[in-house]
């Protein structure tokens, strides 16, 4: 059976990240089919951007892209916010909270997400934080590979390491597509290859964004700039491999008009549609 066949996703179809700039602006769901926040940017958030929230999350199916877990740090985990994430999640009928697979703290905010060396001690720490955020939750969590720009103490590949540490954390995964092209430049390696290594039955939903070029062999994942052809086409490979996968648009800074970014919300769709005479699957919704 293929691992797309049969399975289920907390949401279905084509998402955006929801931004505090879009207050003001007609976000309908005729154009977009779910929306994702940052759980830190409105846990205890009242007033008008408070009763905002709500309206959103009464509207759309949603789920939640976490910024400071920082599950690979040495530094104890923060089981007061994933308190505090599993009271937003119910509040708001939450369908999915994604975190990313590197770290962002050590006595401090670092600012920045760091990688995790891909190493086996490595894994065995990771999973079993994973396991324990699963456990206070009642829920799986989905791990998003992330970008990077240098492997200190390497000891596996960046597909054996996510492979391992999804399966011993028994997790899902958040695929952003952006980031394996990127680290593919950066890194030398084939995104289509690493796409077909990646297990299928694990992907909660896939993010896609743009990014900046430094230069032809240094890409910087921004989430600034529309998505370029060459990730939009390993996104067209990642349906090919893995079905009409839940997919969102992110874009963090210089964003446009919320028309500008239904134009691509709108192509995801589209490519979603060619995708899905390939493969059936039940979607949740």
């Known amino acids: 059976m293929k691992s797309h066949e ?15 700039s879009m207050m003001g602006e007609e976000i309908s769901p005729e154009g977009i089919d779910f929306l994702e926040v940052a759980p830190e940017n409105w846990i205890g958030v009242g007033g008008r951007f408070g009763r905002w929230l ?11 892209h976490g910024l400071s877990l920082s599950i690979g740090s040495p530094s104890p985990l923060d089981m007061d916010l994933v308190q505090s994430v599993k009271s937003f999640m119910r509040e708001h009928g939450i369908r999915c909270y994604s975190e990313h697979l590197s770290y962002c703290s050590d006595h401090g905010h670092l600012y920045d997400l760091l990688p995790i060396p891909f190493t086996e001690e490595a894994v065995d720490y990771v999973a079993e934080r994973i396991r324990r955020v699963q456990d206070a939750l009642g829920q799986r969590i989905a791990m998003e590979n992330v970008s990077y720009y240098a492997a200190p103490g390497r000891e596996m590949t960046e597909i054996e390491f996510i492979n391992a540490v999804l399966t011993e954390a028994d997790c899902d995964l958040l695929l952003d597509v952006n980031n394996i092209y990127v680290n593919s430049i950066n890194h030398l390696y084939d995104p289509v290859e690493f796409l077909r290594g990646l297990p299928g039955e694990r992907i909660a939903y896939v993010h896609v964004a743009g990014h900046y070029d430094e230069a032809d062999d240094l890409k910087v994942d921004t989430h600034g700039a529309p998505v370029i052809d060459p990730v939009w086409e390993l996104l067209e490979e990642a349906y090919k491999l893995h079905g009409s996968l839940p997919t969102l648009l992110e874009r963090d800074f210089n964003i446009p008009p919320l028309p500008k970014l239904l134009e691509e919300v709108e192509y995801i769709r589209a490519m ?14």
């Open 6 to 20: 049969q399975k289920t996703f907390p949401v279905s179809g084509a998402g955006l990240g929801l931004r505090r």
């Open 54 to 64: 709500r309206a959103q999350t009464e509207r759309f199916p949603f789920v939640i």
């Open 272 to 285: 979603q549609t060619l995708a899905e005479p390939e493969v059936a699957y039940a979607r949740g919704r």
